[in-house]
């Protein structure tokens, strides 16, 4: 069984239990507590040295970072769950790469930020920076323009398959979406459309309140 070390409410364990659930491959979640520092003790950063949330460890294989640990799963266990969450012919793989790219560059670099800024901070008990927010909005707004362009022409972001390129989008952009600016998305009616989809499978609403 995968071990998965993380907090249960952190955006990238939520990430790796969302493809553990999308793949039907059983984990245990090994909670860290972030607010005692858990994260930055000899025992965790001897197998994650920056003192991050979240790793696996499969089996006595050992891996770091949200993404990586998305592509080994869904790679590593070809014959179950949900298929082509990472495409076999060179092409659609190709495509794949284009849209995760995307999900990286032109949506977490600016929603990422934002959902800090405007959710936790304020956990934390520090002000948000609005001047920020609003700055990041107005470089993201194109971006979600784009976006709506694409997806006016496929039902995803690499075609009409779903891939984890638009899996990726779930953690920060739920809490993006819940934190005022809904709007962002419902106003664009194929980004509202793909949203409605990918935000509504089973496996998100699986761990969308906790790993």
Not at 169 to 174: K, S
Request: charged share 25%; proline share 7%; with cysteine.
């Amino acid at each position: 069984m995968v071990k998965l070390y993380g907090s249960p409410t952190s955006t990238c364990t939520r990430l790796v239990a969302l493809i553990c659930k999308e793949k039907n491959i059983p984990y245990e979640l090994i909670k860290v507590d972030l607010a005692k520092g858990e994260q930055k003790h000899a025992a965790f950063t001897a197998n994650q040295p920056f003192g991050q949330v979240p790793y696996i460890d499969d089996e006595g294989f050992i891996l770091y970072e949200s993404r990586a640990i998305a592509r080994y799963l869904v790679k590593n266990y070809p014959n179950q769950g949900t298929p082509g969450l990472i495409p076999a012919d060179p092409k659609a793989e190709a495509l794949f790469e284009q849209a995760a790219s995307i999900e990286i560059f032109n949506f977490t670099t600016f929603v990422g930020p934002i959902v800090v800024e405007k959710v936790f901070k304020p956990l934390r008990g520090l002000q948000t920076n609005e001047e920020r927010i609003s700055e990041l909005l107005v470089s993201l707004r194109p971006k979600l323009d784009a976006y709506d362009v694409i997806l006016s022409k496929q039902k995803y972001l690499a075609g009409d398959s779903v891939t984890l390129a638009d899996l990726t989008h779930l953690p920060y952009g739920t809490a993006f979406y819940g934190a005022g600016f809904s709007e962002e998305f419902d106003s664009r009616p194929n980004v509202a459309r793909w949203w409605k989809d990918i935000s509504n499978r089973p496996a998100w609403l699986a761990v969308k309140d906790g790993a």
